[in-house]
Nanobody, 119 residues
């Protein structure tokens, strides 16, 4: 079982920045893909950003050029640097990690962290 702990959410004014972190813990696991999703009230969960092995990245159209995803393999931690935040970025942000242990593949989700951008 791989567990994820997210941190870094909060309240920020439009134009501001926040950095989210996602720390993975467990026994003998390998991370293949780390991603951030978000879900605003009344909307479907959407992909914000994704980073795979080899550090290839993918971003949702609405955050391209403003958000940057990164990972530190030594710390099993992923990050989402968010800049030029807009009120429409307000949502609960979830970390998602896919990988494998000795016995099986896994797909884990964090508990979510609230990001609120005021106008």
């Amino acid at each position: 079982q791989v567990q994820l702990v997210e941190s870094g959410g909060g309240l920020v004014q439009a134009g501001g920045s926040l950095r989210l972190s996602c720390a993975a813990s467990g026994s003998a696991f390998r991370i293949n893909v780390m991603a951030w999703y978000r879900q605003a009230p009344g909307k479907q969960r959407e992909l914000v950003a994704q980073i795979a092995n080899g550090f290839s990245t993918k971003y949702g159209e609405s955050v391209k050029g403003r958000f940057t995803i990164s990972r530190d393999n030594a710390k099993n931690t992923g990050y989402l640097q968010m800049t030029s935040l807009k009120p429409e970025d307000t949502a609960v942000y979830y970390c998602n990690v896919g990988g494998s242990t000795k016995n099986a593949d896994f797909d884990s989700w964090g508990q979510g962290t609230q990001v609120t951008v005021s106008s």
